[in-house]
């Protein structure tokens, strides 16, 4: 967490990012509330957090230049500062950030403040997901990486590590404060020696989807979807509103089905020989979260039969009929086993026809 300066018109949190090729980024998420114009020498401020800054969040400082619809004070007083400034640049995305409630229409709210020395391979987009009426906001820095996310995994031989340490480490003469911290270097550089002779290191690509291809029905759903999304937020007609729902439908329908299918073939392709459907089970089997104990009508049970037991008195207590406070049961079974006698009686008499 980076120390922020005091600020009067811009509330702001910042961290420190160390990347290998650019050093240590700092990353501020910001707001500016609507109601009184952004100050310059907040801005300012807010970029000497480090040598390398991006400020992104709500700025509400709207302006063409970073694709907002019009131009408003705290954007006009955003346009003075860059216009001065020759190392940072702004950057929104192409898409609406704000939906648009009521008087409202669509525009660009959330933007990027880059300072010089931050990579230049930026990119913000707004995507149209969740509930709120602000998109989120993702913002890509860097080179990207098409061979994919590179997993490195490492194994450790604990036994040649054992041996490595006996071999290296020697129990050294102790008889100052500077003796003691020799021995304490001494000793952390024999383990980690150790620990690099012992381990193997292996590199793996990372599978971008591990359900499988998404098929090319629901890729075109999915980008047809997106199309009557923004359709629907540029005209708020209640036609395209319904076709962007019926299309999220549909993508649903298709992604449960494609992860249904997905578990069938995986499920088919286990083979008893290969320990794959014993790996399996034994996942399915450790995941399952133990029932923790249950407050019986005798009180705190342990073990599967007490809770099963508890669960069948308890669901015994809640189904059956309400029982009066002064009801007395021997008389309600008199009752009833009467009326039953009763019915089963045939009639003798006739019933006679009633007169007009």
């Known amino acids: 967490m980076l120390q922020v300066p005091q600020l009067d018109t ?9 990347t290998s090729r650019y050093g240590e ?4 998420s910001c707001y500016h509330p609507p109601g009184r ?7 300012e401020a807010l970029l000497t957090v480090g040598p390398r800054v991006i400020a992104i969040g709500d700025f509400n400082a709207k302006a063409q230049d970073w694709n907002s619809r019009q131009l408003n004070p705290s954007g006009a007083a955003l346009r003075r500062f860059l216009k001065n400034t020759v190392d940072v640049v702004a950057i929104g995305p192409e898409e609406p950030t704000f939906d648009g409630q009521g008087r409202f229409a669509p525009d660009v709210l959330d933007i990027a403040l880059l300072k010089a020395g931050s990579p230049a391979e930026t990119d913000i987009t707004s995507h149209h997901e969740g509930s709120s009426d602000h998109n989120p906001v993702l913002l890509t820095m860097g080179d990207p990486t098409p061979q994919g996310d590179i997993i490195v995994k490492r194994n450790t031989d604990w036994a040649n590590f054992r041996a490595e340490m006996q071999r290296s480490t020697a129990i050294p003469r102790i008889e100052t404060t500077d003796d003691l911290e020799a021995a304490v270097v001494s000793l952390e550089t024999d383990i980690r020696t150790a620990l690099e002779r012992s381990t193997t290191e292996t590199r793996e690509v990372r599978q971008a989807n591990y359900i499988g291809e998404i098929p090319l029905e629901a890729q075109q ?6 199309a009557a999304r923004r359709r629907a937020l540029r005209s708020g007609a209640p036609e395209h509103r319904r076709i962007a729902n019926q299309l999220s439908r549909r993508v649903r329908a298709a992604l449960d089905e494609h992860r249904q299918e997905t578990w069938r073939r995986f499920v ?8 794959s459907l014993w790996k399996t089970q034994k996942v399915l089997k450790t995941s399952r979260r133990p029932v923790p104990p249950l407050h019986g009508e005798q009180g705190i049970v342990h073990t599967n039969r007490d809770k099963a037991e508890a669960f069948a008195d308890s669901l015994e207590l809640q189904c059956r009929e309400n029982q009066l406070d002064d009801e007395d049961e021997e008389h309600t079974a008199l009752v009833e086993r009467r009326a039953m006698r009763i019915g089963q009686t045939p009639e003798d008499e006739e019933i006679l026809l009633a007169s007009g």
């Open 10 to 18: 811009i509330e702001a949190v910042a961290v420190g990012i160390r």
């Open 221 to 226: 759903l999915i980008r047809d979807r997106r």
């Open 37 to 43: 114009t952004i100050l310059e020498r907040d801005i």
């Open 25 to 28: 980024v700092a990353v501020a």
């Open 268 to 275: 088919e392709s286990l083979n008893p020989r290969d320990n």
